[in-house]
């Protein structure tokens, strides 16, 4: 498996891995299994690769096995969430610090193909976004679905975020985790 930064060519390879776990076009079945909600076009993931360098790629020979993305909160900022999110930053604590645009990032979403889960991929290429993103941002701040459970215990067993805090946005309840980009998993 290799972990690298996604280029263009690789645009795609990513839409299709999306479209595959998006909660709008899942099955009932896979989606026990995870989703991914913020749905994506190819101009956000061109964007997301030329100014933020912001999707990491596990890679399986020429298959594209998983996708992270990470970048800064102005990304992020022209989706409803995020833009509550990012107006939450300063009521929500961690490591010690209010968090700020300036001292976190967002992390995800992150989509594994379902012959990958299970494996070495998730902490793999966990640790390849984080490493890249603490030259940048101490804190790494995520979001994730109270519904969608394998991706809660993905991220809080086996990577080890921390749940700062749940919170209602459009009809749906939300944790918002934190980690601490300078740690390893």
Known sequence: ???RNA????ISAISELQNKYHVTT???????????????????????IT???????????????????????SYWSKWPLFAYMISDLPKMQYM???LSVQNSYQYG??????????????????????????KRYPILITFINHVNSRSYEAHTRKLGLDV??????????????????????
Do not use: H
């Open 96 to 98: 010690g610090l209010t």
């Open 51 to 73: 100014e933020e360098n912001g999707i990491a790629l596990a890679c399986d020979g020429d298959r594209v096995a998983a996708y992270v993305m990470a970048a800064s909160w």
């Open 109 to 134: 979403p992150i989509c594994i193909d379902k012959d990958y889960r299970g494996t070495e991929v998730l902490k793999k290429i966990f640790n390849f976004s984080r490493a890249q993103m603490n």
């Open 26 to 48: 899942i099955s009932e079945t896979d989606k026990l299994d995870g989703f991914v909600t913020t749905l994506f076009t190819e101009s956000n993931f061109e964007e997301l």
């Open 1 to 3: 498996m290799i972990y």
């Open 7 to 10: 280029t263009l060519t690789d």
């Open 164 to 185: 700062i805090k749940s919170f209602p946005f459009n009809n749906n309840n939300y944790y918002a985790l934190g980690y601490d980009t300078a740690k390893e998993v």
